[in-house]
C-alpha cells in the first residue's frame, strides 16, 4: 500500500503562485510514475504533471511554462510549483502514485488540495 498526503492548496489572486506538496509512504518501491491531476467541478480528471522514475517531465499543455513538477527522493515528497495561475487553473489537485507490480500497474490517490484562483 502507497499513502500519499497532498498539502499547500489554498486562494491565491491571479497571476500568483503556489507549491503543491505530496508527501508519499508506505510501500515505495517500484513506483514508476508520480503524478497530478486536477479536476474542476463538471469536468472529467486531467492529467497535470509527471515524473518518471528515472526523472523525465511531461505537462499538459495549458500549464506548460507555468507548472514545474520535481521530486524531492530524500523526503519522498513530489511538488508542484504553480506560477503565473489563472482562473481556469481553479480545481481540486489530486497526487496519484502508479506503481508497477509483477503481472500489472496499480494507482494510489490522495485526498486532493483545492486551489482556488480568484480575485
Known amino acids: 500500500q502507497v499513502q500519499l498526503v497532498e498539502s499547500g492548496g489554498g486562494l491565491v489572486q491571479p497571476g500568483g503562485s503556489l507549491r503543491l506538496s505530496c508527501a508519499a509512504s508506505?510501500?515505495?518501491?517500484?513506483?514508476?510514475?508520480m503524478n497530478w491531476y486536477r479536476q474542476a467541478p463538471g469536468k472529467q480528471r486531467e492529467l497535470v504533471a509527471g515524473?518518471?522514475?528515472?526523472?523525465?517531465?511531461n505537462y499538459a499543455d495549458s500549464v506548460k511554462g507555468r507548472f514545474t513538477i520535481s521530486r524531492d527522493s530524500t523526503e519522498n515528497t513530489v511538488y508542484l510549483q504553480m506560477n503565473s495561475l489563472k482562473e481556469e487553473d481553479t480545481a481540486a489537485y489530486y497526487c496519484?502514485?502508479?506503481?508497477?507490480?509483477?503481472?500489472?500497474?496499480?494507482?494510489?490517490w490522495g485526498q486532493g488540495t483545492q486551489v482556488t484562483v480568484s480575485s
Open positions: 515524473i518518471s522514475q528515472r526523472g523525465s517531465t
Open positions: 496519484n502514485a502508479v506503481k508497477q507490480l509483477p503481472t500489472y500497474v496499480t494507482n494510489y
Open positions: 508506505g510501500s515505495l518501491r517500484s513506483i514508476i510514475f
